[in-house]
């Protein structure tokens, strides 16, 4: 039987958020993750960007209408804080844009429904470390599918060939700290747990960030079959498309500022910039051509605001210097908006065929329990050290001050962090009920919290003893 595909089409969405800071009232309960020097600087950045926005409000989509379709792949280009993430942050339910409509094949989404057919990819592999590629897949497996175990078993092997993974699927995940398989790896399993349960769309955050070229057009390249063959609909997000990749889209949408400023395909795009006058390198890379010029053009803009204002001019940048002629031929002729024009997408016919929305969790409560519980003991029995690490603290705490129960170091609360992330990931996409990994997570942890009780108290016990009945 012939798979049904999912067109998926946005209409006037406008997504918009507050920039003024709010304290939470919990402040002192939440951990701030320590930042690197990137995200230091990201974060500066951001709240230049934030400081541009008036009485608060920031529009990070204006009016964007897209369409994906079944068995293509649809690219979210643009500069950097284009607002690239965002469409895919909307279709995977985690924000919701204040107007505009998002349909699937021609019906309104139903967010519920539409989680259960989609797989969201996030930039961030949120994975166990400690688990094995073959594990992790099947824990996905257990937790998505209703399928019998042989069954199960052969889905995540033919899954693990599909993806390349065979010679490490027993080797594990690893992170910072675990030795595990390549950061290439990693992404293909974090593909493969969000494609377990099959579905018809899949949104991938930045696929191919922090990969070198190689693995980032294995990773197209394995979209495009994926979508070609099985009729899945793609879209992905990503920030500099070499010319390789660019060359498997089926058809791009370019935003800057949150706008759009080119939905078609990437042919298209260079007949719209030659149409501009635009003097357009033959062999050229025009989706690169198009963010660099978007990124000159906003320089340029910035320099006439601030000449505008009065201010000194703003140093010079690399970005200017590297536009030189072509930079400046661009930059007198056009803004932003003039530079390109909207493209509408040829309407194709689409089956209006209903979606095939399976309903509710794939297991019982009590299967999800056990599988939740298995996985449990599984990270437990494999974080050895860090248990015993905890196990001679609370020793050694209840000898000298019996005090301090909880204080945990920052790989603890760093695996803790990094749990919490997969859960929430888990749970927001209907893998299972939160209520099971609780009862699971309780039936794992709490023989292990009363063993370190009887620890803790048993020092302590003889120590006040001793003071009491000999005076010591
Ligand atoms: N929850 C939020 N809080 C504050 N700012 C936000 C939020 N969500 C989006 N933004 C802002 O909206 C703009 C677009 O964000 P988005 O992440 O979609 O851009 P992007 O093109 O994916 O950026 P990058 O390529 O840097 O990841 C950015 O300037 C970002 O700072």
């Given at each position: ?231 899945r609909t793609i879209i992905l997000s990503i920030h ?158 209840g000898i000298v001050l019996g005090s301090i129960f ?67």
């Open positions: 039987m012939k798979k049904h595909g999912c067109e998926i089409e946005a209409i006037n969405v406008n997504y918009k958020i507050g920039t003024q800071k709010t304290e939470s009232p919990f402040k002192i309960f939440c951990r701030k993750p320590a930042k690197n020097r990137q995200e230091v600087g990201q974060e500066s950045e951001e709240e230049a960007r934030a400081e541009k926005t008036s009485n608060g409000v920031r529009h990070v989509l204006k009016d964007v209408n897209c369409r994906a379709k079944p068995w293509e792949i649809l690219a979210i280009v643009g500069p950097s804080g284009a607002g690239k993430s965002s469409p895919l942050e909307i279709l995977a339910g985690k924000v919701t844009p204040q107007t505009g409509s998002i349909l699937v094949n021609q019906k309104p989404i139903d967010r519920a429904n539409f989680k259960k057919i989609s797989g969201y990819v996030t930039q961030k592999d949120t994975l166990f470390p400690l688990l094995t590629v073959e594990e992790t897949l099947m824990f996905s497996a257990k937790l998505r599918l209703m399928f019998p175990q042989a069954e199960l078993s052969s889905r995540v092997k033919s899954l693990i060939q599909e993806l390349g993974l065979s010679h490490v699927s027993k080797t594990r995940i690893g992170d910072e700290r675990v030795r595990g398989i390549s950061g290439g790896e990693r992404r293909w399993v974090s593909i493969g747990v969000e494609v377990m349960h099959d579905p018809k769309v899949v949104l991938l955050d930045e696929p191919t960030s922090g990969l070198d070229s190689t693995s980032a057009i294995q990773i197209i390249d394995m979209l495009k079959i994926m979508a070609k063959t099985q009729g500099q498309p070499g010319f390789r990749i660019v060359k498997l889209f089926n058809s791009i949408l370019l935003l800057a500022n949150g706008s759009v400023l080119h939905h078609g395909t990437v042919d298209f795009l260079g007949v719209n910039l030659r149409l501009m006058d635009l003097d357009l390198p033959l062999h050229v890379n025009v989706v690169e051509y198009a963010i660099d010029s978007i990124e000159i053009i906003q320089q340029q803009e910035k320099c006439w605001q601030v000449q505008k204002e009065g201010l000194p001019p703003l140093p010079a940048t690399g970005l200017e210097k590297k536009g030189d002629d072509q930079g400046e031929v661009r930059n007198s002729k056009f803004t932003l908006h003039q530079l390109f024009q909207q493209a509408k997408v040829a309407d194709d016919e689409i089956s209006n065929m209903a979606t095939d929305f399976s309903q509710d969790f794939a297991n019982s409560r009590l299967r999800e329990t056990i599988i939740l519980t298995h996985r449990f003991s599984k990270n437990i029995f494999r974080t050895k050290e860090l248990f015993a690490c905890r196990t001679i603290q609370m020793l050694i705490s909880y204080n945990l170091k920052d790989d603890l609360t760093g695996a803790e962090e990094r749990e919490r992330e997969i859960v929430m990931k888990e749970t927001s996409c209907g893998s299972y009920r939160v209520s099971s990994y609780a009862i699971a997570n309780g039936l794992v942890y709490l023989p292990f919290l009363l063993i370190l009780a009887i620890l803790f108290t048993l020092p302590l016990y003889w120590e006040v003893l001793a003071v009491h009945v000999w005076g010591m």
